[in-house]
């Protein structure tokens, strides 16, 4: 489903914060599957895959990505020891004017995974931006556009500052974490689900 060869030959980057990206990683063969399978969402929010229904090339994309080659590729990539580290994954299909804001991911997470899966991107938000700093979403090192099998990888850390100008409607994605421990995972899983529930159900009443 990956094209491992990719990511293993990709370039690790180092400003301002270890982080990676990879165009077309999902294999040409698998890429009509994965988007019909993908979930239907019509509500925001980053969603646990849990909570959401989807089809067998995408979860065989899921099982990929949750598989042990991929866990060795990322942590030979980028020198951590990832072994028996808890996985969560959630998913986007909607954004809304707010989301996208500045910010650094949990220090409970230690890698993060992002793929999209967006056909002709022409929209001028939602390209995610590489910061330098909190404050300056024009303060940045690279723009990645969110187009259909663009991954970014990158270390979690103080200064992981990553962000995009606001966009409205339609933005799928896959975000998926190595996470410090079995405690980390259960909590975030709750807060995310929690969130879900609650952005489904005011979507619903409008």
């Known amino acids: 489903m990956l094209d491992f060869a990719r990511i293993r030959n990709a370039t690790l980057k180092r400003d301002p914060y270890p982080y990676m990206v990879i165009e077309d990683v999902i294999d040409q063969a698998s890429v009509a599957s994965v988007l019909d399978d993908f979930p239907a969402i019509d509500y925001p929010g980053s969603i646990p895959v849990s909570e959401v229904s989807y089809g067998p090339g995408f979860d065989k994309l899921l099982e990929t990505l949750n598989g042990p080659e991929f866990r060795s590729i990322i942590a030979s990539k980028f020198g951590i020891d990832l ?10 299909g909607v954004m809304r004017e707010k989301d996208g804001r500045i910010h650094t991911d949990s220090k409970t997470k230690i890698i993060t995974v992002l793929l999209y899966f967006n056909q002709d991107w022409q929209a001028d938000g939602g390209y995610l931006r590489v910061l330098r ?8 090192v690279e723009e990645i556009p969110p187009r259909l099998g663009t991954m970014m990888v990158f270390q979690v850390t103080d200064n ?47």
């Open 160 to 206: 992981c500052w990553h962000g995009h100008k606001p966009v409205v409607g339609k933005r799928l994605s896959i975000q998926m974490n190595y996470l410090t421990g079995e405690g980390a995972k259960g909590k975030h899983q709750f807060f995310h689900g929690l969130s879900a529930k609650l952005k489904k159900f005011f979507a619903a009443r409008h």
């Open 83 to 92: 072994e028996n580290r808890p996985i969560m994954t959630t998913v986007r």
């Open 133 to 140: 700093n909190g404050t300056d979403l024009d303060d940045y």
